[in-house]
């Protein structure tokens, strides 16, 4: 089985177009939600947080993602150690749900497929692409946060033309291109992938 990455700069429309693959039986591994998961339910990782980040970070009980972020997003050193915490524990839970698969091929899609380096398991590369002025009016609309807020989050990301020389497909979802004829190309190719 093929094990396929779905990538993207926030408000480009992964899950949108995650969406379009399980239409077509293709099973996704949404690591950001899987993570959250892992958060309240992984007792290794539970334990290193509250080492690192304080107990607060688990008020009452349940992980607190504001009170993790107030402590790491302001502070580069604190972020790389949040990554080098949860990454290897996401990469396995992942490595483990691609080995339960029975499609033809499998998507993990994860922002920071390329930033993490776990682009290096899978056997191809999908980048969304979608125009800054359309990725900033969607996450505003989505996460209720004003233009500024957006825009620093996008500048800590990794710029899009950085992302397209690891891609080996890209979809533009524009809101100009149909995005099902884009998803139903690379589908067929993949298939084909998996025939040789």
């Not at 969304?128 to 500024?148: A, C, G, T, Y």
Request: contains cysteine.
């Amino acid at each position: 089985m093929l094990k396929i990455g779905i990538t993207g700069g926030i408000g480009t429309g992964k899950s949108t177009v995650c969406k379009i693959f399980e239409i077509l039986q293709i099973p996704i591994y949404y690591a950001d939600y899987e993570a959250k998961f892992l958060y309240d339910n992984n007792p290794i990782l539970k334990s290193q947080l509250i080492h690192h980040f304080g107990e607060g970070i688990y008020a009452e009980g349940k992980f607190n993602r504001n009170a993790l972020s107030e402590v790491v997003f302001s502070n580069e050193d604190k972020l790389q150690l949040l990554n080098t915490i949860v990454h290897p524990i996401v990469l396995q839970h992942g490595k483990n749900w691609f080995e339960k698969q029975k499609a033809p091929f499998a998507i993990k899609e994860a922002a920071l497929l390329i930033e993490s380096g776990s682009y290096h398991q899978l056997d191809a590369l999908i980048l969304v692409q979608s125009p800054l002025e359309l990725r900033i009016k969607r996450v505003m609309h989505r996460d209720e946060v004003n233009e500024s807020a957006v825009k620093a989050r996008i500048a800590k990301q990794m710029p899009e033309e950085e992302k397209i020389k690891f891609a080996q497909y890209v979809i533009q979802n524009d809101e100009k291109q149909l995005l099902i004829p884009q998803v139903q190309k690379i589908y067929n190719s993949i298939i084909s992938l998996k025939k040789i």
